[in-house]
């Protein structure tokens, strides 16, 4: 019975916060890992659902938003690929530049990215929809994200606003990326941590819903100025989160 | 391949369908639906890639989304 009841709060947050964050198209891992470490889950088991929860809903977002047309898979792949490559480049550097200063500039960078969300106005917007953008971007997102041990979703998120492109459109982009980045962070994790599957089942199952419910609130219910909104606050909050790690590394906190 | 995807696609909307037709969804959540669809057809014109399934598979979700507007419209206005 407590073993039930155990699995049932997993599902349970896992459903709610794939839900909401679904809503502006990247993972949940960001709250969902420090909360199952608090349940007694070891960080890097955390750490291994949190990333393999992510994979599971953005993916299911992708397929319903590619089905309903919204998402460029040929526009949005050499973004994909790009990052992955980036990525193990950005750990390997992580030897010689120190991820603090980076968090530095991420912190200010996105603060930027949401004034800027809120100053442009729609008939503003760019399209830099060419491929070599795209392949630079990841590779330069990718590169940070590695460098930083960060999901993609926080960094790429901000550059696709600063790139002019909208709320929603960056969302969608956004959530086809992130478990290219995602899975493969998870299967390093998985030879290094010992996985309960039956739990991982459990979680993926409660991803794949939330990210169907999320998904669609976001393309039938939400217009694109609460989308614009939604993601405001969900990048300040990783601001947020930012801004602690750092303070946290002066020993200012 | 975009063949199966193209009656998934069918599927999904027709089961949505219900959904996008409701009067309390606001106007721009369909507009902005209808703009991305014809924003991507317009880029693939550009390409030349009009024989393209991909291409087809757009112009079936454009008429779709455009017929979902109109019952919006009609159903709606009677409300009103």
Redesign the interface.
């Known amino acids: 019975m407590n073993e039930l009841l155990y699995y049932g709060e997993f599902f349970v947050l896992t459903l709610i916060f794939s839900t909401i964050f679904a809503m502006g198209g990247v993972g949940s891992a960001i709250v969902l890992v420090p909360l199952f470490n608090s349940l007694g889950l070891p960080l890097n088991v955390a750490k291994a659902f949190g990333l393999f929860i992510n994979s599971m809903s953005t993916i299911t977002a992708s397929i319903m938003n590619f089905l309903r047309g919204v998402l460029d898979i040929r526009a949005t792949l050499p973004l994909a690929i790009s990052s992955i490559i980036g990525a193990p480049l950005g750990a390997y550097s992580s030897k010689f530049i120190p991820p603090v200063y980076v968090k530095i500039l991420l912190a200010m960078f996105i603060i930027l990215a949401v004034f800027l969300m809120f100053k442009k106005k729609k008939e503003a917007k760019f399209h830099y929809t060419k491929q070599w953008v795209m392949v630079a971007l990841g590779l330069g997102v990718g590169f940070l994200s590695g460098l930083m041990g960060v999901g993609g979703g926080s960094l790429i998120l901000p550059a696709l606003i600063l790139l002019g492109f909208d709320a929603k459109t960056s969302a969608y982009m956004v959530s086809f990326v992130l478990p290219f980045s995602t899975l493969s962070g998870f299967f390093t994790y998985l030879t290094i941590t010992k996985i309960d599957y039956l739990m991982l089942l459990d979680v993926s199952i409660a991803a794949i819903l939330g990210g169907y419910l999320g998904d669609k609130i976001m393309h039938y219910r939400l217009t694109p100025q609460q989308v614009k909104k939604f993601i405001a606050v969900i990048l300040i909050l990783l601001d947020i989160k930012i801004i602690y790690s750092i303070l946290h590394y002066y020993h200012l906190i | 391949m975009h063949r199966i995807?193209s009656k998934?696609?069918d599927w999904?909307?027709e089961k949505?369908e219900k959904?996008?037709e409701r009067c309390d969804?606001?106007d721009?959540?369909i507009d902005?639906?209808l703009d991305?669809?014809k924003t991507?057809r317009e880029?693939l014109k550009k390409e030349g890639d009009t024989d393209s399934e991909?291409y087809e598979?757009?112009n079936d979700?454009i008429k779709k989304v455009t017929h979902i507007k109109e019952i919006r419209a009609k159903k709606c206005e009677i409300k009103k």
Request: glycine share 0%; net charge negative.
């Open positions: 995807l998934l696609a999904l909307i949505e959904e996008a969804i606001p721009e959540v902005e639906w991305i669809l991507r880029h991909e598979m757009l979700l």
